[in-house]
Structures are given as C-alpha cells and as structure tokens.
C-alpha cells in the first residue's frame, strides 16, 4: 500500500481536511488513497457495494470543488434514501439492484455533502430498508465487522461504521430511525450522534416528524460535531425545526461542560436480558463520570418501563415498510413480487396495507403522548441519561436472519439487542453513542448518553470530555 495511503489510514477528516487546505495534500491524493484502502480492505468486509471511483477522480480534480470545511475528503454515502443525481440506488433492495435505478436528484443533506467539499466514492451496505440492526441484505450480502470478521457490524449503517472502522474513510454517512447511526457505531467502535428530530433535514422527499434521522458515524467527537456545523439547519417546507444552536458546534469541544446531573440505567427498563460485559461497561462510564465531577445516580424516565411502547413503536416502523414498499413500485412502475421484498419487511408492508387511517392516528397520538411522558424527566432538572447503546455484544452474522416459516422472528430477535435506542426516535432526542469499554478480546462497547431536546450542544461537550479522559484514537482493528 502506498505511504500516503498508510499515512492516512487513520487520520479523521478535520486532519484530511487541514492537508489539503495546507496544499500539501491535492483532493486527488486524498482520494487515490481511500480508493487504495477500500480495493484492499473491502473483500474481507464487504462495506462498500456501489462504487463510482471514476466520478470521484473527476470531482476531486474539478476546480468546482467547493472550498468548504471537508474540502477534498474522501466520504461514503449510506445505500439508503441518500439520492445523489446520476449515481445508482438500491436500498438494499434485489429489485432496485437488479434494476439499475439511478437518482435524478440529490437529497438536501447530499447537496449539503457536496457543498461542504466532501468527495463522495460510492455507497455503503445496508440491510433493505434499514429494517433490522445488522447488515446482512439479500441484494448484496452480509457485512463484516472489522474487529472480528465472523460477528455483524450493527445496522442499518453497518456498512458506514465497518468501513470508517477499518479505516477506508475517516467518516460515512449514516442513518438512524431505531438506533441505526448508534447500534453500527457500538459494534464498530466509533462515535454516533443521532441529532435530533429536525436538525437536519431530510428533505425533499421525507418528512421530519418522522423517526428517522440522518448523520454520520466518526472516529472523534470533533468530526461528528463539524459535520454537523456544515450540515444541520431547515431545508425549505420542513415541518420540524430544531432550536437553532447559539453557537457552532465545534465550539463545545473542550468547553467546560459544568457540573451534570446525570441518571445512569443498567438494566434493561423491562426486565429483558443484558450482558454482563455490557452492564459493566456502562458502569465503569458512570464511575468515570462521577471522577470528572458530575453527578450520577440510578434514575431514568419511567416512560422506558412502558411495555406498551414497542407494539407502539412498531405500528409506525411497519408503516414506514408500506410506504417503502409504494415508492418502491412508482419507482419501477410495476408491482413488486413476493420473493422482491424481504419476508421480514414484506409482512409489516402488508400489515400496513391493512392499517386503517383511524389506527395510523391513533399510533401517531400514542406516539405523541409517549414523547411527551418522555421529554419531562429531562424537563424535571436532568441533564443526561447514560445507558448501554445495545444490551449485547456485537451479534454472530446470521443471529437476524429471515425465516421465511416466522417472518417476525427476526424482528423480536432484534428488539432484544437494541432495547436501548428506539424510544430516543419517537422522543425525538439526541443521543451519542461512545466507543469507551471494550472487552477482554477486544472488542467495542459502547455507551449512549442522551440529552434533552435540541441540546446536541450539551451532549458534544460531555464526549468531548471523556475522549479526553479516555481516549480512543488507538484503538484500531488488526484488519
């Protein structure tokens, strides 16, 4: 492998960015190096499924590349919604591969991208329409976390965190509607803030009150939080908008955080499974925040002990498959077939089909309701909530899988491992997970913390904080 491409291996982009702004790095440089690391990592990991490097060496040799924050780094978009005009789509779907389809559009965050100089190289696996926490699509084939190659990287961004992981790219684009910027980032030992509902925006096509969220997974704080400087902010119509920060976010790192009140869960709130490890890891953070002055205790929102919350949950996730599944079909301009959609996400688009107007209402309302209950403890003078980001250590590939016999399987298999991340999507929270345990073999745990609506500013001090105190930055797998 080339020098600069070992050089770089595990630069973040505030650093990539800093070469090229210096001159002593060309864009070019910078992307021959990615492109290098992708062609010889990516056959054992499988991250990077859509390609288009010829594009990139054009843009990156362009003198249209826009001079902003990231100009000239190399950056990974997520196979998922993210449409870049003239660049194929799948959503991890066999049809949309088999298809070919091509965006004719970009999303107001990939214009975003681009605008801030990011060169972007191809797309990253995801499971089909970002359903389940692991990445194992049928269109293209299970995803590999680097640290151990026979365990899952997470999902939906599993691809994102396995790439960014084994160093091809300092940061990818993610995405997280249950968790699926935070649970790829526990599995892979990387940074993922969840911003919240309304910080950026999802447009044109998606609408915000809904549970998906979009940012990226990184190795340090400070690359999540300049993205978001560059990124974050109302796109025209959007229907929710997120208190405007009183100053950029890169400004937080390093900024005194105060003394926090924080409530630490350990447990799972409805009395699932945790393992060991995990409960350790989550309580070695604590300790490590009570050291850095703050004040931890044993509280959370009694709304997480609602055990109505995942029928709740899934009336809207299973929604959201139907409403997939109809542009899926506008977009082809025929029916999908049965064998076309994945058995899990085939039977909660019928369900949805079936779903009256008057039951979607009311799951809105339940919804409502349960982020209101949840929001007041924060309102009720907390400051954060630490708890684990997944009950369980990265999963064996093929732990959620389809069975074509119980379609659902996969689903309840998978809301025992991510207990911790959905109700922060209906919420409409920030949320961080933070790559701070590890395990005797080595491998990532992390821990979320989640702060009150809008104060993405809070949460970005507190991880500056404990990327300090415990750094990171050494870690990197054997892979």
Same mark, same amino acid.
């Given at each position: 492998?080339?020098?600069?491409?070992?050089? /770089?291996?595990?630069?973040?982009?505030?650093?990539?960015?800093?070469?090229?702004?210096?001159?002593?790095?060309?864009?070019?440089?910078?992307?021959?190096?990615?492109?290098?690391?992708?062609?010889?990592?990516?056959?054992?990991?499988?991250?990077?499924?859509?390609?288009?490097?010829?594009?990139?060496?054009?843009?990156?040799?362009?003198?249209?590349?826009?001079?902003?924050?990231?100009?000239?780094?190399?950056?990974?978009?997520?196979?998922?919604?993210?449409?870049?005009?003239?660049?194929?789509?799948?959503?991890?779907?066999?049809?949309?591969?088999?298809?070919?389809?091509?965006?004719?559009?970009?999303? /107001?965050?990939?214009?975003?991208?681009?605008?801030?100089?990011?060169?972007?190289?191809?797309?990253?696996?995801?499971?089909?329409?970002?359903?389940?926490?692991?990445?194992?699509?049928?269109?293209?084939?299970?995803?590999?976390?680097?640290?151990?190659?026979?365990?899952?990287?997470?999902?939906?961004?599993?691809?994102?965190?396995?790439?960014?992981?084994?160093?091809?790219?300092?940061?990818?684009?993610?995405?997280?509607?249950?968790?699926?910027?935070?649970?790829?980032?526990?599995?892979?030992?990387?940074?993922?803030?969840?911003?919240?509902?309304?910080?950026?925006?999802?447009?044109?096509?998606?609408?915000?009150?809904?549970?998906?969220?979009?940012?990226?997974?990184?190795?340090?704080?400070?690359?999540?939080?300049?993205?978001?400087?560059?990124?974050?902010?109302?796109?025209?119509?959007?229907?929710?908008?997120?208190?405007?920060?009183?100053?950029?976010?890169?400004?937080?790192?390093?900024?005194?955080?105060?003394?926090?009140?924080?409530?630490?869960?350990?447990?799972?709130?409805?009395?699932?499974?945790?393992?060991?490890?995990?409960?350790?890891?989550?309580?070695?953070?604590?300790?490590?925040?009570?050291?850095?002055?703050?004040?931890?205790?044993?509280?959370?929102?009694?709304?997480?002990?609602?055990?109505?919350?995942?029928?709740?949950?899934?009336?809207?996730?299973?929604?959201?498959?139907?409403?997939?599944?109809?542009?899926?079909?506008?977009?082809?301009?025929?029916?999908?077939?049965?064998?076309?959609?994945?058995?899990?996400?085939?039977?909660?688009?019928?369900?949805?089909?079936?779903?009256?107007?008057?039951?979607?209402?009311?799951?809105?309302?339940?919804?409502?309701?349960?982020?209101?209950?949840?929001?007041?403890?924060?309102?009720?003078?907390?400051?954060?909530?630490?708890?684990?980001?997944?009950?369980?250590?990265?999963?064996?590939?093929?732990?959620?899988?389809?069975?074509?016999?119980?379609?659902?399987?996969?689903?309840?298999?998978?809301?025992?491992?991510?207990?911790?991340?959905?109700?922060?999507?209906?919420?409409?929270?920030?949320?961080?997970?933070?790559?701070?345990?590890?395990?005797?073999?080595?491998?990532?745990?992390?821990?979320?913390?989640?702060?009150?609506?809008?104060?993405?500013?809070?949460?970005?001090?507190?991880?500056?904080?404990?990327?300090?105190?415990?750094?990171?930055?050494?870690?990197?797998?054997?892979?």
């Amino acid at each position: 492998m080339s020098s600069l491409a070992d050089q /770089t291996r595990w630069m973040d982009a505030t650093d990539q960015a800093a070469l090229v702004a210096s001159g002593d790095v060309s864009p070019s440089e910078l992307l021959e190096a990615a492109i290098e690391r992708i062609e010889r990592y990516d056959p054992a990991i499988n991250a990077v499924v859509i390609r288009w490097f010829d594009h990139a060496r054009e843009t990156a040799a362009s003198a249209e590349l826009p001079d902003g924050p990231f100009r000239g780094v190399p950056f990974l978009i997520k196979d998922l919604y993210a449409s870049y005009a003239g660049q194929r789509i799948s959503n991890g779907n066999v049809a949309f591969k088999e298809a070919g389809v091509i965006a004719d559009a970009d999303t /107001t965050l990939v214009s975003r991208h681009r605008a801030a100089g990011l060169v972007i190289a191809g797309r990253t696996n995801s499971p089909e329409l970002g359903s389940v926490p692991t990445t194992e699509p049928i269109a293209w084939g299970a995803t590999h976390n680097p640290w151990d190659v026979t365990r899952s990287p997470g999902g939906s961004s599993g691809g994102a965190a396995a790439a960014v992981a084994s160093g091809m790219v300092p940061f990818a684009h993610a995405s997280d509607g249950g968790g699926s910027i935070r649970i790829p980032a526990s599995c892979c030992g990387l940074v993922g803030l969840k911003p919240s509902q309304g910080r950026i925006s999802v447009g044109p096509i998606r609408d915000e009150t809904g549970l998906g969220v979009e940012h990226c997974v990184s190795r340090t704080v400070r690359d999540s939080a300049a993205l978001l400087d560059a990124t974050c902010g109302p796109g025209i119509g959007d229907t929710v908008i997120a208190p405007a920060p009183t100053r950029p976010y890169v400004d937080e790192l390093g900024a005194d955080p105060g003394r926090l009140r924080i409530g630490i869960l350990d447990h799972h709130p409805q009395g699932g499974p945790v393992d060991a490890e995990v409960v350790d890891a989550t309580r070695a953070v604590g300790r490590l925040l009570e050291s850095l002055g703050h004040h931890v205790e044993p509280a959370w929102p009694k709304a997480l002990e609602d055990k109505t919350f995942t029928p709740k949950f899934m009336a809207l996730w299973a929604t959201q498959m139907g409403l997939a599944r109809r542009r899926f079909e506008d977009q082809l301009g025929r029916p999908l077939a049965d064998h076309e959609l994945e058995p899990m996400n085939r039977i909660q688009a019928d369900f949805a089909t079936n779903f009256s107007s008057v039951d979607y209402a009311l799951a809105l309302s339940e919804a409502s309701q349960y982020r209101r209950a949840l929001q007041s403890w924060w309102h009720d003078g907390w400051d954060l909530l630490l708890t684990p980001t997944v009950a369980e250590l990265p999963l064996t590939l093929g732990t959620i899988g389809n069975d074509p016999d119980d379609p659902m399987s996969a689903m309840a298999r998978a809301g025992q491992f991510v207990a911790f991340t959905p109700p922060f999507n209906t919420s409409g929270q920030p949320a961080i997970s933070l790559p701070l345990e590890w395990t005797a073999e080595g491998l990532p745990i992390g821990t979320q913390l989640a702060a009150a609506y809008g104060r993405e500013d809070v949460l970005i001090r507190i991880a500056s904080q404990l990327e300090q105190a415990n750094p990171w930055a050494h870690r990197t797998p054997g892979i």
